[in-house]
């Protein structure tokens, strides 16, 4: 175990390298289990707040723009609580991927493979554990957005279809829509229990659905490409991610 030098609620956080074992590594079914603890909660901090007299309401017009600074100091805080956690696990990550048979051989395919090589080597560690490969789910969104390059057309043309499956697979959930990291409840994030992990998973949430913002302007933009195969992977895939995914 080790000191974190962040600071939970006041105390400081003891951390082990097996934090997030035992946790599933698709994302969004690891942060349900934390989600039902901060559900309960927030369902009686709204009823409180219901019983709050209208007098108040003046007071709080007024304390607004303090109120902001102290929000946005906040949300600094536990950002930086989150990138720490985020840090360790990709770590840990790359410690059992060395491990494993052909951990090494798959960072070489990254750096030096061909397109396709490493369209799919980054989408095997998107699937694997995407909280700890945001990396390269960014390398995908690249190749799409780089259409347009002299020679990328390809490449976007392998990764749309990646990008699809790991959407519809690992990335986005089935049964709500994603939220930014600021619209969580970050003012009682430390009144639950696994702060850090939650805190992860938050901003997680908050990358794949800016992720998924992008992705979906990429396929507009290449719907409007001359090139048929290309127009056509777009408008298949829009039409599949909005009938399969809330989001």
Sequence with gaps: ARRDASRDGGQDKTTTTKEFEGYSKI???????????????????????????KGTLKREDEDEEENDSAFSKLLDEKEHIAKDAIREREKQHE??????T????Q??????????????????AVQDDAAANLKQLESLLELCEKA??????????QAIQAL???FKTVLLPSDR??????????????????ERKRLMYWYVEDYIKRCYHRFV????????DPLTILKEKSMKCAFGLLVNKPE
Aim: aromatic share 6%; no cysteine.
């Design 217 to 224: 302007q990429s396929l507009e933009v290449l719907s409007k």
């Design 148 to 157: 347009r390059v002299k020679g990328g057309k390809r490449g976007a043309a």
């Design 164 to 166: 699809e499956e790991l």
């Design 177 to 194: 829509k994603l939220k930014y990291f600021a619209d969580q409840n970050l003012k009682e994030s430390n009144k639950f229990p696994h």
């Design 107 to 124: 960072n070489l395919v990254r750096t030096t493979g061909t397109a396709s090589d490493k369209i799919a080597s980054n989408t095997i």
């Design 27 to 53: 994302w969004h079914e690891a942060a349900k289990s934390l989600r039902k603890t901060e559900e309960v909660k927030t369902t009686t901090t709204t009823k409180n707040q219901r019983r709050r007299k």
């Design 95 to 100: 410690k059992l991927a060395a491990r494993k």
């Design 102 to 105: 052909g951990g090494g051989f």
